[in-house]
């Protein structure tokens, strides 16, 4: 990638940072403001983001089968906060933690997201804006949310969760 490129992909990211933070509340956007960021696409090298297999008859993930992986599917956004809510503190692992798989990227551990899960759904509900991710820096662990458009099932809104 040339110098140019490198320097529009680095404004852009500047930008959607900015742009981010102002938006959050002040607590989570404090937080992020703080946070290394990122907008190198390696950040995501252990995402496994939910897919449907060739035959599209079992649910896998873009990287495969992945042994602990598990994905819930809600009906509205609510059930899905809720059910984010419960987790109890974990091993605190850091990674990066994102609203836009193209970035920019905020390295924080996985506490710190949970910790904000309020903010994240005031966010989500405010913008319309229903996918976020924490994926591990070194470990290959994650949480992603999502909204699926496209589904026909009423159940609209899924988490993915492995290795936590």
Not at 17 to 34: H, I, M, T, V, Y
Not at 67 to 87: A, D, G, K, V
Request: glycine share 8%; charged share 20%; proline share 3%.
């Amino acid at each position: 990638m040339g110098k140019l490129q490198n320097n529009l992909d680095e404004n852009r990211n500047k930008i959607k940072r900015e742009k981010f933070l102002s938006a959050l509340d002040p607590a989570f956007s404090g937080l992020l403001a703080n946070a290394e960021f990122s907008g190198e696409a390696s950040c995501l090298k252990y995402a496994a983001f939910p897919k449907k297999d060739d035959e599209g008859r079992v649910q896998t993930t873009t990287r495969g089968t992945l042994p602990n992986w598990n994905n819930f599917n809600f009906r509205t956004w609510q059930e899905l906060i809720s059910m984010l809510e419960r987790f109890q503190q974990v091993k605190n692992y850091i990674g990066w933690f994102f609203a836009d798989t193209d970035g920019p990227y905020y390295k924080i551990s996985v506490n710190a997201f949970l910790s904000h899960i309020k903010s994240i759904s005031q966010y989500g509900s405010t913008h319309e804006h229903h996918n976020f991710g924490w994926v591990g820096a070194q470990d290959d662990v994650g949480i992603l949310i999502g909204y699926d458009h496209t589904s026909s099932s009423p159940k609209k809104f899924s988490v993915s969760v492995w290795g936590i």
